[in-house]
């Protein structure tokens, strides 16, 4: 079995920062894709950003150029600074990840976190 396990979330001004991080850990034998996907009260779970092992990135047109994703392949964690915070970005943070496991080889799933709240205040 495999597990995301966020943490970073919390409470901060419009314009300030937070850094999410989440880490994959048990059965893993690759990691093929990471990102971060968020949903505001009474709204769809959408995407933020997504980054392969080779570090190929995709961003939601909303948080280019204020939001980086970065990956650390060796401790299979992903990461999400988010910079020049709007009250708009508040959201339940998740994690989700493409993993083929040992206990799966040659088939790839789909995980998700349990979430981490963002809260930014006017």
């Known amino acids: 079995q495999v597990q995301l396990v966020e943490s970073g979330g919390g409470l901060v001004q419009a314009g300030g920062s937070l850094r999410l991080s989440c880490a994959a850990s048990?059965?893993?034998?690759?990691?093929?894709?990471m990102g971060w996907y968020r949903q505001a009260p009474g709204e769809q779970r959408e995407l933020v950003a997504t980054i392969t092992i080779s570090s190929s990135t995709n961003y939601a047109d909303s948080v280019k150029g204020r939001f980086t994703i970065s990956i650390d392949n060796a401790k299979n964690t992903v990461y999400l600074q988010m910079n020049s915070l709007k009250p708009e970005d508040t959201a339940v943070y998740y994690c989700n990840a493409d993993v083929e496991s040992y206990t799966r080889l040659g088939t790839t799933r789909n995980y998700w976190g349990q979430g981490a709240q963002v809260t930014v205040s006017s």
């Open positions: 048990g059965s893993i034998f690759n990691i093929y894709h």
